[in-house]
């Protein structure tokens, strides 16, 4: 064939009676591998092109493992052809569909032993089992089906405890210190069968007691008399008309039994008094704790020194006292959290009027008087309008002043002379290959200098692309991400963004844009459109369009 060069003029005979130059060969030859290399790199292309899009898809596929995203990517990068490609999605699909449904009976089998084990837990009530219940019910996740789990047997436990020291302090026999240390024995522990293990080791102590008090009664028998009349003054929970009936049967009796059970029967009675003072002591501790879990502005903190005292309280006007002073901590935290929130919303008010009334700093601007206003609007509730929500609002608002403060430096910088960026195209780009499949793209040049160390190597930096009017955000274009994925392809001078919108929901449909934000770390850009927006229908727009 090399012969066949364009000088050569020779005839060369075809079949019978065809004649060509052979030339005219050389040339035909030639044209069919152009036009092969073309074809072959159009279909490379085109197989890049669905990879990506492919892996994108399967990395979006959130019931797949690890793993199987791996695999799956790997099978993908391995393939020769699309239709290849095309498989491999079917298979992630199909695995992806088979792993939400394990997951999704697996998650339905744990609320139902779940709720199961709330069903069966004795101590709670109906209202608590229900609520347990619809918060398992409500569950889409294991964890939080395990979170339930925990605060029911916890409630379980709190129950358990509540009715053991009821009994426990209801125990006569027992004297104080054994109360005290048993019921503290009740508190530290982690399990209802402790729990109940310390009850019975209550109620043997109490048929100790009792067996020690007969054994003492009997040792004492011949000088009770004498004695009984000290020992009923000494019995400190009766009354004086109940110490003076028993002296009076006391110097009745006429054997050491009577004696015996004329004092028998004053300790039952002034153990039944104390018994019932420390239960209505305990009742009204009980309810102090319960008023002071009401009062909202007291941090934790400050509720457990209140409960502390009330604890260790005597009487129930010390309680009434404790609670007194627990009420008036509170209304304070509750005028100074609302104070201080008052002095942020200020300050954040006068930022906005002195530092942020150019119109450069619009963004800024807007977001911090947008973050006044929803606090205005959620402590007009009076349900809001305590310490915690006040000073949430106030740690809040000086965030807000913060980050304004920071916006007012990044907007500074970005209107130094040697910033500055300049839009030289904004286009939405039609056109159809040549297998008449349609090519959609959002085409955006913005040029500047040091692009690579303002924007490109820093990781913050991100393009919104946008329609202020309406506030959608057509693409918040994180510049690592669009790199990787060549969506951007920028260079020192210049920032080119070059988006494919074929199967994007949010630009199918009437589209305007009429700003573009460029952010990084130290920059806030609000590129200068000359008043231009780029109108267009993702569907049914079929020519490119520039801004206008």
Do not use: C
Request: aromatic share 4%; glycine share 4%.
């Amino acid at each position: 064939m090399n012969k066949l060069n364009s000088k050569s003029k020779k005839g060369i005979l075809i079949g019978v009676g065809g004649f060509i130059v052979a030339s005219t060969i050389t040339g035909v030859v030639a044209g069919v591998a152009v036009n092969k290399q073309a074809n072959d790199r159009r279909v490379e292309s085109e197989l890049l092109a669905k990879k990506t899009e492919t892996v994108n898809k399967i990395n979006g596929l959130s019931s797949l493992k690890p793993e199987e995203v791996n695999k799956f990517n790997k099978e993908v990068n391995e393939a020769r052809s699309i239709q290849e490609v095309d498989d491999v999605l079917a298979k992630a699909n199909q695995t992806s569909s088979t792993n939400k449904a394990n997951q999704q009976a697996q998650l339905i089998k744990s609320k139902n032993d779940a709720k199961d084990q709330v069903s069966g837990l004795v101590s709670l009530n109906n209202q608590q089992k229900e609520l347990l219940l619809k918060e398992i019910d409500d569950a889409d996740t294991e964890q939080k089906v395990q979170v339930a789990l925990v605060k029911a047997n916890q409630a379980q436990l709190t129950s358990k405890k509540t009715e053991v020291k009821n009994q426990i302090n209801d125990l006569v026999d027992l004297t104080p210190e054994q109360k005290t240390a048993l019921l503290k024995e009740v508190e530290a522990t982690d399990s209802t069968q402790k729990v109940e293990a310390v009850l019975e080791k209550a109620k043997t102590l109490v048929q100790t007691n009792k067996t020690n008090k007969r054994l003492l009664l009997q040792q004492q028998a011949n000088s009770k008399k004498i004695e009984a009349n000290n020992q009923i003054d000494q019995l400190a929970d009766l009354s004086e008309d109940d110490k003076n009936k028993f002296k009076e049967q006391i110097a009745k009796s006429s054997s050491q039994e009577d004696i015996n059970k004329i004092i028998e029967n004053a300790n039952q009675l002034n153990n039944q008094n104390k018994a019932n003072k420390e239960k209505e002591l305990t009742e009204k501790k009980q309810e102090a704790n319960t008023s002071l879990e009401s009062l909202v502005n007291l941090s934790t903190d400050q509720k457990d020194q209140y409960k502390n005292r009330i604890d260790n309280a005597k009487t129930k006007d010390d309680i009434e006292r404790i609670l007194a002073s627990g009420r008036s901590a509170d209304q304070k935290a509750k005028e100074e959290a609302e104070a201080a929130y008052t002095t942020s919303k200020a300050t954040a008010t006068l930022y906005i009027t002195g530092s942020m009334n150019e119109p450069k700093y619009v963004d800024g601007r807007t977001e911090l008087q947008s973050k006044i206003k929803v606090y205005e609007e959620v402590l007009k509730d009076a349900t809001n309008q305590n310490t915690s929500k006040y000073l949430e609002a106030k740690t809040e608002l000086d965030n807000a002043i913060i980050k304004a403060m920071k916006h007012v430096e990044m907007v500074n910088n970005a209107s130094k002379p040697e910033n500055k960026l300049t839009l030289k195209t904004l286009q939405y780009q039609y056109w159809t290959n040549n297998k008449d499949s349609e090519i959609k793209n959002l085409q955006i040049l913005i040029e500047g200098k040091n692009i690579n160390a303002r924007f490109n190597n820093d990781p913050k930096s991100i393009l919104l692309i946008k329609n202020s009017k309406q506030n959608i955000n057509y693409f918040q274009a994180a510049f690592p991400k669009y790199l990787k994925n060549r969506v951007f392809q920028n260079d020192d001078t210049k920032i080119d963004f070059g988006a494919d919108l074929i199967g994007r929901k949010s630009t199918s449909g009437d589209v305007e844009i009429d700003k573009l934000v460029l952010i990084s770390d130290k920059e806030y850009h609000i590129i200068n459109l000359d008043g231009k927006t780029l109108k267009f229908n993702g569907s049914t727009t079929k020519q490119t369009v520039n801004a206008s």
